[in-house]
């Protein structure tokens, strides 16, 4: 994928289908350009009547999370391959309340990966430290094993159809936003980490989304950023206009 301004809103455990279609296609009355791309990410039960309602939109859609298996006896769950097949281009994969809520490791993210890719979605790939890794100084690394043990055995051909997003733990939901200085320190870390692994062609064009209490209020001082692409959004996401504002404050 080429570079990308993006702005991807994820609904988490929020709204009913009715309210959720709705969200949806209030979004899309208002916002047709393909530039910001906008992504909603609602929860799974959701996504069969919003691809439909969205019949035609720039809006894109995705999945909160998929199975690391294409099929098979694991109850509850949903593949990558059930996604696609609903027209569902894109998964979040990664998040940091699937890895602290339900104990979700780089070992089986990597295979997440695999299996969203093999499907051809296009996996949002989340990274960030919590605030005690940050107060010792270490958040450079920590997101650097995390992009190592995650994303770094795919190919060139396959890691160029991903996109990151940094999300700081100890801003995710809390009020509290990394400073535009903060991200842009760590999205020029993971960009240089990139450029290591894949090259500086592959590195320049690649997409580094910040998430953590991003709001119509803050997007745009943190969209200056030269290395922010765009931002995954919780909260805000949830209010169509704040999250049109967000998608406007390039
Ligand atoms: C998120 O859940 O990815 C997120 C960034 O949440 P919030 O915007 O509410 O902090």
């Known amino acids: 994928m080429t570079r990308k301004k993006i702005v991807a809103g994820n609904w988490k455990m929020n709204t009913t289908v009715s309210d959720g279609v709705l969200l949806a296609k209030t979004l899309a009355e208002n916002y047709n350009q393909q530039e910001p791309k906008m992504i909603i990410i609602p929860p799974f039960t959701h996504l069969f009547p ?3 309602a969205l019949n035609g939109s720039a809006l894109g ?7 690391q298996e294409e099929k098979g006896a694991f109850t509850g769950e949903i593949s990558a391959k059930m996604l696609s097949s609903i027209q569902v281009p894109y998964v979040v994969l990664g998040h940091s309340e699937r890895r602290q809520f339900f104990g979700e490791q780089d070992i089986l993210l990597s295979a997440k990966i695999d299996a969203a890719l093999s499907a051809g979605l296009i996996p949002i790939f989340c990274v960030g430290e919590s ?3 940050r107060n010792e100084g ?13 994303l770094f055995h ?3 051909d396959q890691f160029a159809k991903i996109v990151i997003a ?13 400073s535009p200085e903060q991200a842009q320190d760590m999205h020029q ?10 090259g500086e062609a592959i590195a320049d064009e690649f997409t580094i989304l910040y998430g953590g209490s991003v709001k119509g209020s803050n997007a745009k001082e943190i969209f200056a950023k030269p290395d922010v692409d765009g931002a995954l959004v919780g909260g805000a996401s ?13």
Not at 61 to 67: E, F, M, P, R, W
Request: some cysteine; proline content about 2%; glycine content about 6%.
């Open 50 to 52: 919003v691809v439909a």
């Open 61 to 67: 859609v995705g999945a909160q999370n998929c199975h």
């Open 131 to 133: 605030l005690d890794i």
């Open 138 to 150: 270490k958040q450079n690394e920590f997101v650097r094993l995390q992009l190592q043990n995650g």
């Open 154 to 156: 795919l190919s060139t």
């Open 166 to 178: 940094y999300e700081p733990i100890w801003a995710i939901g809390t009020g509290v936003t990394a």
């Open 189 to 198: 870390f993971i960009r240089k980490q990139i450029n290591q692994a894949y």
């Open 238 to 250: 949830l209010d169509a206009m704040d999250f049109l504002k967000i998608a406007r404050s390039f």
